[in-house]
């Protein structure tokens, strides 16, 4: 069956609305106690040079040898997924079903890989990590943070160009987060 782009279009902005809805859904939960609290990340000198040596050092890697990028990043979409399954799970559920949920959305994408269940699990894994994120970031850190990707993205996509072999990469482990 051939997409129309206005049926493209309907699909991408179906599944944006249900990541967005579940997450803010879920922050919202942890924040009116139906969660754990969730402790505040504070900008430190010291945790912008963890931040940047462990995100540097991740990327140097991912570029410069094919099979730890193979691994990594298939390991880095398990992690993904879990957390923010448990997270979003977290909000409605006790701690061993959230887990329980976690671990079954990780399976489930992998014993069945079909785009639909690929895009839920991506869904629910973005709208966890992301929620995570924006309780734990204060605006002054969450502004920190995207400045500095914002200056990373610049040196990456025009001076160094290795934001294509990055994608090249993520493509070639199957570990694609889109």
């Known amino acids: ?71 990594s990043l298939g390991v880095f979409l398990v992690v993904a997924l879990f957390a923010g399954t448990q997270f979003i799970a977290s909000s409605w559920v006790a701690v061993p079903w959230d887990v329980a949920a976690g671990m079954g959305v990780v399976l489930l994408r992998w014993a069945l890989p079909i785009v639909a269940i690929h895009n839920f699990a991506i869904s629910v894994g973005i709208a966890g990590v992301s929620a995570l994120m924006g309780l734990s970031l204060t605006p002054l850190s969450a502004a920190v943070l995207l400045a500095l990707l914002s200056v990373y993205d610049i040196i990456a996509v025009y001076r160094t160009k290795h934001m294509v072999v990055m994608a090249n990469r993520m493509m070639q482990s199957g570990a694609v987060f889109g």
């Open 1 to 71: 069956m051939k997409h129309r782009p206005s049926h493209t279009l309907f699909f991408t902005l179906t599944w944006y609305a249900f990541t967005m809805a579940i997450g803010i859904l879920a922050a919202q939960a942890h924040v009116t106690g139906g969660g754990e609290a969730v402790p505040q990340f504070e900008v430190t000198p010291g945790n912008i040079a963890i931040f940047l040596a462990v995100f540097l050092g991740f990327t140097s890697a991912l570029v410069a040898y094919r099979r730890v990028a193979h691994i």
